[in-house]
């Protein structure tokens, strides 16, 4: 698992620099990616310790990938943050994520959110 | 023969032209003359049997005897012809007979002052009946004067007191005649009376009856052109009217809806399992429903109203269903409701997006701004978070109205819902110089089951509230325990108050009470009141408001809420 090291994938571009300034502000290194099909590829190369997930993605939903991490050993101690509009469906996968986020996100969030998860 | 004589018979008495009493009178004569035909033929049969047995027809006597017999007979068939031209001259003929006849039934001495001359009592007598009351005086006077006349030729006496008699039997049978003729003119003044009456009433009924046939018929049309569809159930729950709108609605033939049970009815139709038992429990408890039930049939949405029928000393005798259909109406608003739905995901992207870059430049991220720049940045932050707001409102108002939002309890700390509305509110709080205390109840548990993140949304949704219409003092929150089971959350301000007529609708969507200051001044959409009173009843509890004008507001939401998930 790769230390201090945040994947976000966020199909909006606003959202995802500024999801990706508040964890980089908080100390992590972090990589975004902008499709859900993208993310499936990378997830197979690499093993964030944080994972910033949008559950509404082109090409290959949020849930997939999610479903997909909870159920890989790999990422047994990646914690995931789901981050979800809709209020439905942050009750369904409340139990594979490690935090549910409800849009909209503040910055000051989500950057306070992500310090507390930095392994010195 | 028998028929022939009752026809003829009936002929003879109809005195079509004669007046009743006359009518009455000709009838009376009638009958004796039918009485003498008879006696008459029943003496002349004896008169003969008797002369051929003893063969003693050459004795000068016995053929007077059959003479007076066929005179008597002839003399009745007589003046039943005259009879039927005039009652009083047959009358009058008949008891003049009668007088002579029986002036010489007797031998003169006899008849004058003997055992015989009673026998003219019987023309008085009959006179007051078939002439007139006071003719009875006038044949009193003729037979005593045949009686005085008969004395000179027997040469006797005159018998004064068989006289008197004869005057006092007029005076008496003109005294009763009298009395019988009013009796009868009274009898038949009432019946004519009780026939005008009679006629009266049958004319009324028959007006009433054919206006009844009109009102039905008037009724009929006026239910057949309701574009509603009526249904009336009786006590028994058979549907005994219809209107061709509720076949229409429910493409079911009118006939088939006649006679129809309640549920057969219900279950003809296509409805979800839950809008059927809703329906079945409206239908069978009209009291209880007093307002409209919204049912999804088939294709068509009804709205779908009822009331008991009740007789004019209100007795149940059945219910009357109405059902509009409020298809399009329905259609339109599930448009709308998807639309703001759509509308507010789609405005709360970009939204973030501004809050999310306004608060990198505040926090500092690409370097310190300058005062002026931090004072912007602040501004675009607070109006973002208006906004967000907003379209949060929108968002939870359209979800609760499409079904789509629900409950999810679970066991929360009690006191975080007051440190979260601490974090968030304090700081709006500060800068519009109010302040905000909190207070948790005695006893209350540490935990309590239940939708944190719903309850949470009431606090902050009335205490925003709160602050959007207070201007100084403070603003309280307390939650408490009620009773084992219910929980009481409350919310009091120092504010503006809302004027008495408004309170009734202070909960209503899109609503906010008018007075003095209007929805532009303290923003927001009115949403906030309506989703918080959604929620509390999707919990199954109760808000209501206390308020006065100028001085302030307490609302008041009860919950109930478990301690444990067990």
Redesign the interface.
């Known amino acids: 698992m790769l230390k201090n090291y945040a994947l976000v994938i966020e199909d909006?571009e606003?959202?995802s620099s500024?999801?990706t300034?508040?964890l980089q502000?908080s100390g992590f290194e972090v990589e975004a990616i902008l499709d859900g099909q993208a993310a499936e590829q990378r997830l197979k190369e690499i093993v964030p310790s944080v994972i910033v997930l949008d559950m509404h993605l082109p090409h290959v939903g949020g849930a997939t990938l999610l479903k997909q991490i909870h159920s890989n050993e790999a990422f047994k101690k990646t914690r995931t943050i789901i981050t979800t509009?809709d209020?439905?469906q942050a009750?369904i996968y409340r139990d594979m994520a490690t935090i549910v986020l409800i849009?909209?996100?503040?910055?000051?969030q989500l950057?306070d959110l992500s310090a507390r998860l930095i392994t010195v | 023969m028998m028929n022939t004589l009752q026809n003829l018979w009936q002929r003879v008495n109809l005195f079509e032209n004669a007046s009743a009493d006359d009518a009455r009178r000709g009838r009376l004569l009638n009958t004796m003359l039918a009485g003498m035909l008879v006696l008459g033929f029943l003496a002349l049969i004896f008169t003969i049997t008797i002369l051929s047995i003893n063969a003693s027809w050459d004795k000068p006597g016995n053929s007077l005897i059959l003479l007076t017999l066929v005179v008597l007979i002839s003399a009745s068939l007589g003046l039943f012809f005259v009879n039927q031209r005039s009652v009083n001259f047959a009358s009058f003929l008949f008891l003049l007979v009668l007088t002579l006849v029986l002036g010489f039934s007797d031998s003169p001495s006899e008849v004058a002052n003997g055992r015989s001359s009673f026998v003219f009592f019987i023309p008085i007598a009959i006179s007051s009946l078939l002439l007139s009351p006071v003719s009875s005086f006038f044949f009193a006077f003729g037979t005593s004067s045949i009686v005085i006349l008969l004395s000179y030729v027997a040469d006797v006496s005159v018998n004064v007191p068989i006289i008197g008699g004869l005057f006092f039997l007029a005076l008496i049978s003109w005294l009763s005649s009298r009395s019988l003729e009013q009796a009868l003119r009274d009898l038949r003044v009432i019946n004519t009376n009780l026939d005008n009456l009679v006629t009266q009433r049958t004319q009324a009924l028959s007006d009433a009856l054919s206006r009844e046939r009109i009102e039905s018929g008037r009724n009929q049309a006026i239910l057949n052109s309701i574009a509603d569809g009526v249904i009336v159930f009786d006590s028994d729950n058979h549907s005994i009217l219809a209107n061709p709108a509720l076949s229409r609605l429910t493409s079911t033939s009118l006939e088939n809806l006649i006679g129809i049970d309640a549920n057969q009815f219900i279950n003809s139709g296509q409805i979800s399992e839950a809008n059927r038992e809703m329906l079945v429990e409206f239908i069978k408890h009209p009291e209880k429903n007093t307002s409209a039930l919204r049912v999804d049939w088939g294709k068509n949405t009804f709205s779908t109203s009822i009331a008991p029928v009740q007789t004019s000393d209100h007795e149940n005798i059945g219910t009357v269903t109405v059902f509009r259909d409020i298809t399009q109406e329905a259609q339109l608003e599930r448009m709308k409701d998807n639309f703001v739905a759509i509308i507010s995901h789609e405005l709360r992207t970009p939204l973030n997006a501004i809050m999310g870059h306004a608060e990198i430049m505040k926090e500092a991220v690409y370097g310190p701004l300058n005062e002026k720049q931090l004072s912007i940045t602040q501004r675009i932050m607070v109006n973002v978070t208006r906004l967000l707001s907003m379209v949060g409102d929108l968002l939870d108002e359209a979800q609760i109205r499409a079904g789509k939002l629900s409950i999810a309890p679970q066991e929360f700390r009690v006191s975080s819902l007051l440190e979260n509305l601490h974090n968030s509110m304090d700081k709006t709080v500060t800068d519009k110089g109010l302040s905000l205390v909190s207070k948790l109840g005695d006893g209350i548990p540490a935990q309590l089951v239940g939708d944190p993140q719903r309850i949470q949304q009431i606090l902050f949704n009335l205490v925003g509230n709160a602050i959007k219409f207070t201007e100084r003092g403070a603003i309280e929150v307390n939650i408490d325990r009620v009773d084992a089971d219910n929980w009481k959350l409350e919310v009091t301000d120092h504010g503006i108050g809302i004027p008495e007529n408004e309170l009734p609708f202070i909960f209503d969507t899109f609503r906010q009470a008018s007075h003095e200051v209007s929805t532009r001044q303290h923003g927001g959409f009115g949403l906030g009141l309506s989703i918080v009173k959604q929620l509390v009843e999707l919990m199954g509890g109760h808000v209501y408001v206390k308020s006065e004008s100028g001085k302030g507001s307490t609302f008041t939401v009860s919950l109930p809420l478990k301690t444990s998930l067990l």
């Open positions: 909006d606003d959202l500024i999801f300034k508040a502000t509009a209020n439905v009750e849009k909209p996100i503040l910055f000051s950057r």
